[in-house]
């Protein structure tokens, strides 16, 4: 509580300088990363290492890694690779769905109007058929 009373009183003015202070305060860069970031980064080269042409296993490329401190067993490479090609494909198939969401929305417009139209093609039939029905029952009422 005495450390309250002896601080400095926070002007309206302070207050705007300390919120653009903060505003322009960038992201500090960290200096360590996750295996899954770190692999993320490395992936096409690691990539092209380990296609057909360059021929390098999982397991080698660990090694090379090793060198410069970087621990991931061949398999934990090759995992987290899998799990980014699953997740960029899920992405790209989300936004593959959100298209297709959109021409099935236009397919089903199309299906309504085809069915509205068929439906007022009917609808006259259907008052023929009654004004008909009418047209009997007046013409017995008016015989009767």
Sequence with gaps: MSE?????????????????????QKPKEREDISDREAIRKMRRYIEKLTSNKYGYSYDEVSEMLKGLGINLSGSRIKYLLGELK???????????NGDSSTSENRTTENQSAV?????????PVNNRKSKSKKQLLATEAATT
């Excluded at 699953?86 to 593959?96: E, G, I």
């Design 4 to 24: 309250h009373q002896n601080s400095e009183v926070i002007t309206k003015g302070k207050i705007d300088k300390a919120i653009n202070l903060l505003k322009e």
């Design 86 to 96: 699953k997740s960029s494909r899920r992405r790209h198939q989300a936004s593959d």
């Design 115 to 123: 069915v509205e139209s068929s439906e007022a093609e009917e609808a």
